[in-house]
């Protein structure tokens, strides 16, 4: 088992929160995760896809009330939304009986409906936890490429080969699309969704033009809007804002759109192996969405992640707002001798960061100038790590 970079968190929101919502997209490790977290108490597991499992809920209340002194653990919790006012009343009777946290951990693949259902149902009484696909600091840092090649789903990275990866993410997508996106939006043709998040693929790390995406797709603007809603809601894709507050400057206003796991971009695009991927035009932008979210994995879940563009040309990758108002600016580079364009410049001294950051896929720290340097991906994640 991977040591998660979460692991910690979810412990910790456990011992003071009655229902923690653990939210990612399926095959990602949630139930081996809240597995070996429970591992340290008594616990109950009922996974909902199971026709066993659901049938002790045929009587949730009677069922769940036996188990208020364990906790009881939820898989695929998104497909019994009519759970969650029997979970209120339960937290609200274990309260009365002092017991205030530890109750139930929620594991969904998707933030769409269960969002919807626990802010409805369970407001105060719930936090919210995203787990991604494998970090870099999880995995070792021992070959970093492997990991953005294949990306951070367990099974695809651990494949004995890059075909098998390839194959893996392969069946990934087509289950997604024929199998789970059908629960949540049953009226749009997978081969349409697959066009779609192809596009996305093609578009990784560009401004989100979703009426160009329309034409392409021959539908309108709305219906592109409610596709990409959908990817995001399944936690697959990110937009990542632009920065709006430099109000004496003229800014991008449209997000950047990313595939969130770089093994799913390549597998979108047939990109097979590293010499594939290197020789391919999207190389520049996977590499930047991988590094993206590996630190946005590592930065504190109060801090804001965006990008700053004008329209004079200045430009920072990824910009971190943390919680005590200050600014890292960092910048993206696939070279191992980076060198800063003149629009970053101009962007820092426009919002004058804290610090200013490169990440370089090289193996040690290297200055840059006075008050900037270039680092490695891990050596990167472990400064957010410090920061957080």
Not at 238 to 246: D, M, V
Not at 262 to 273: F, K, R, T, Y
Request: charged share 25%.
């Amino acid at each position: 088992m991977f040591e998660r970079h979460i692991q910690a968190l979810l412990r910790d929101e456990l011992q003071h929160s009655p229902a923690v919502a653990l939210l990612g997209p399926r095959q990602v490790g949630k139930t081996t995760l809240a597995l070996e977290v429970a591992r340290s108490r008594t616990s109950v597991y009922l996974d909902l896809e199971s026709e066993r499992d659901r049938a002790k809920l045929a009587q949730p209340e009677l069922y769940l009330a036996g188990h208020l002194d364990k906790l009881v653990i939820l898989d695929e919790v998104h497909r019994t939304p009519e759970l969650f006012p029997v979970l209120r009343g339960l937290i609200d009777q274990a309260r009365r009986q002092k017991r205030r946290s530890g109750l139930y951990l929620l594991l969904g693949s998707a933030s769409l409906d269960l969002l919807k259902q626990s802010g409805e149902s369970l407001a105060g009484r719930i936090a919210y936890l995203e787990l991604g696909p494998l970090l870099l600091s999880e995995t070792g840092t021992e070959q970093p490429d492997k990991l953005w090649l294949r990306g951070g789903f367990p099974e695809s990275l651990q494949a004995l080969s890059d075909a098998r990866s390839l194959r893996w993410r392969q069946n990934f997508i087509r289950a997604y699309l024929e199998r789970d996106i059908p629960l949540f939006a049953s009226r749009i043709a997978a081969d349409t969704l697959r066009r779609f998040w192809t596009m996305l693929a093609h578009a990784q790390g560009s401004l989100l033009n979703v009426a160009q995406l329309a034409r392409n797709l021959g539908v309108d603007a709305k219906t592109a809007h409610t596709y990409l809603d959908l990817f995001c809601a399944l936690l697959l894709v990110r937009r990542l804002p632009p920065w709006h507050s430099n109000a004496g400057k003229r800014l991008v206003k449209s997000p950047k759109v990313y595939v969130r796991d770089s093994g799913l971009v390549h597998a979108l695009l047939d990109i097979e192996n590293t010499d594939a991927l290197l020789s391919h035009m999207v190389v520049g932008a996977s590499w930047e969405g991988f590094v993206i979210e590996n630190l946005l994995a590592h930065a504190s879940p109060q801090a804001q992640g965006y990008f700053y563009r004008s329209s004079a040309g200045a430009e920072i990758d990824l910009l971190l707002h943390w919680p005590d108002g200050s600014l890292w600016a960092i910048e993206i580079k696939r070279s191992l001798a980076p060198k800063l364009e003149r629009g970053f410049h101009i962007a820092c001294d426009d919002l004058k960061p804290q610090r200013k950051l490169v990440i370089y896929p090289g193996d040690e720290a290297i200055p840059l100038a006075a008050d900037i340097m270039a680092l490695p991906l891990a050596a990167a994640c472990t400064a957010l790590t410090l920061k957080s």
